[in-house]
């Protein structure tokens, strides 16, 4: 099993920073692409960033230039830093990663608990 856990959710003023890390752990043997998703209350669940194993980035138009995605291989884990915030940033950010594990074969998608980014106004 693998598991992706989330941190560096809170509240921040308009215009702040903020960054969120998510650190994979479990039966992994390798660590395909990465994202970050967002879900605000009573909308669907959107791709905020992505990135391949190399390194290969994609962003949502509407946080490119404030959002920054990146990842450390070596740490199984990946990063948003998130500057210029807005209140329409506020909703609950998931981390997904597809997954390569040991033994099963394939490629498997997981996904975080979630953790919580208000940007206050």
């Known amino acids: 099993q693998v598991q992706l856990v989330e941190s560096g959710g809170g509240l921040v003023q308009a215009g702040g920073s903020l960054t969120l890390s998510c650190a994979a752990s479990g039966n992994i043997f390798r660590i395909n692409s990465m994202g970050w998703y967002r879900q605000a209350p009573g909308k669907q669940r959107e791709l905020v960033a992505g990135i391949t194993r190399d390194g290969t980035t994609n962003y949502a138009d509407s946080v490119k230039g404030r959002f920054t995605i990146s990842r450390d291989n070596a740490k199984k884990t990946v990063y948003l830093q998130m500057n210029s915030l807005k209140p329409e940033d506020t909703a609950v950010y998931y981390c997904?990663?597809?997954?390569?594990?040991w033994g099963m074969g394939g490629q498997y998608n997981y996904w975080g608990q979630g953790t919580q980014v208000t940007g206050s106004s």
């Open positions: 997904n990663a597809d997954v390569t594990t």
